[in-house]
């Protein structure tokens, strides 16, 4: 645990860094609007270095750092749409016992096909608070994960 918060604490602070620096590129004469993502990945491919970070940012980097804000602030239906996004990059050799890709069909099947009732209890259950602070909540597995 502790060397995974490390590596999260590098990737909060790397992509602050980047994103500060495509805000810097974008408000200089000629940039191309970072709020035309299409159009900025699109003219970040001329220069490699640019587009392994522009990719690192938009494939990697956005996606997780929403998932762990989302499941601090107890989003569980933001969590559903975000599982729909990492289906398609969830297959990963180096995963060790995890295959994700099962795992978000299970989360996308459960989005869609609870009942209204479970479905309530499911998103209310889906995090829990690990203190009275707001933000501060957990998923559901987290224990179980620093026993594993």
Not at 6 to 15: C, I, K, N, P
Not at 30 to 36: E, F, M, Q, R, S
Not at 111 to 136: C, K, T, V
Request: with cysteine.
């Amino acid at each position: 645990v502790k060397a995974f918060n490390t590596s999260l604490y590098f990737l909060w602070r790397v992509t602050r860094a980047a994103s500060e620096y495509f805000v810097f590129l974008s408000q200089t004469p000629g940039g191309v609007d970072i709020d035309l993502p299409d159009e900025f990945v699109a003219a970040c491919q001329f220069n490699v270095d640019l587009q392994w970070l522009v990719h690192f940012l938009y494939d990697y980097a956005y996606l997780v750092l929403d998932f762990k804000q989302g499941v601090r602030a107890g989003a569980s239906k933001h969590l559903d749409i975000l599982w729909r996004e990492f289906f398609a990059i969830g297959r990963s050799s180096t995963a060790n016992k995890t295959n994700y890709v099962p795992m978000a069909i299970q989360r996308i099947f459960w989005s869609d096909a609870l009942h209204p009732s479970l479905a309530e209890l499911y998103h209310n259950l889906r995090s829990i608070p690990m203190s009275n602070r707001e933000g501060s909540m957990v998923g559901w597995d987290c224990v179980i994960e620093w026993l594993n």
